[in-house]
Each structure stands twice: as C-alpha cells, then as structure tokens.
C-alpha cells in the first residue's frame, strides 16, 4: 500500500503563492488518479483538483486559473502550486491516491494559511 507525505504549507499573505508537495512511497505505477482536497473545521472535505494518469487535469471553480496540479514521476511526488492566495482557501489540504482497484490513499495533511 502506497504512502503519501505532503509538505510545503504555511503561513502567507493574500495574493501570494505556495507549492505543495506530496510524496508517495513507491512510484505511481497502478494508480488511475492523484488529487488535492482540503477542509477547514466549517466545511466538508472537497475536491480543488484532481489529474488522472492520462494526465487530464480538473479543477473546482474556485481555485481554476489560480492553482495548477501536476506531476514528477521521477521524484514520485505530486505538486499543487497555489498562486494568487486567498484568504478563502485558508484549510488543511491533503492528497489523495485512488489505485485501479479503487481503494484510496490519503496523507496526513498539510495546513495553509492565508492571513495578512
């Protein structure tokens, strides 16, 4: 069973940027999609972007044109570059594996925060 670690949240002030990364255990050999969710303590846990393992790409509307989710095979490591903050997408965000047996794989969760 793969294991995903993401890092590279924070503390930044609105309009700025971060890049989030998640690491898994092993490559991505048998994993059908890769995704960014995040939630805060008022809301359900929600999709902000999702890329299958043909590389198609999806993204909620709140966040399209301002993140942009991709991929480094050779590092094993998903990204979320998160561009244009706002103090809206303050939550922890974590990834999500689904393999092509459909079980799903989360890490621990990253926080962010967008304050000034």
């Known amino acids: 069973q793969v294991q995903l670690v993401e890092s590279g949240g924070g503390l930044v002030e609105p309009g700025g940027s971060l890049r989030l990364s998640c690491v898994a255990s092993r490559n991505f050999f048998g994993i059908s999609s890769m995704g960014w969710y995040r939630q805060t303590p008022e809301k359900q846990r929600e999709l902000v972007a999702v890329m299958t393992s043909g590389g198609m790409k999806t993204y909620v509307d709140s966040v399209r044109g301002r993140f942009t989710i991709s991929r480094n095979n050779a590092k094993n490591t998903v990204y979320l570059q998160m561009n244009t903050l706002k103090p809206e997408d303050t939550a922890v965000y974590y990834c999500?594996?689904?393999?092509?047996?459909?079980?799903?794989?989360w890490g621990q969760g990253t926080q962010v925060t967008v304050s000034s």
């Open positions: 999500k594996f689904i393999d092509t047996q459909y079980r799903e794989v």
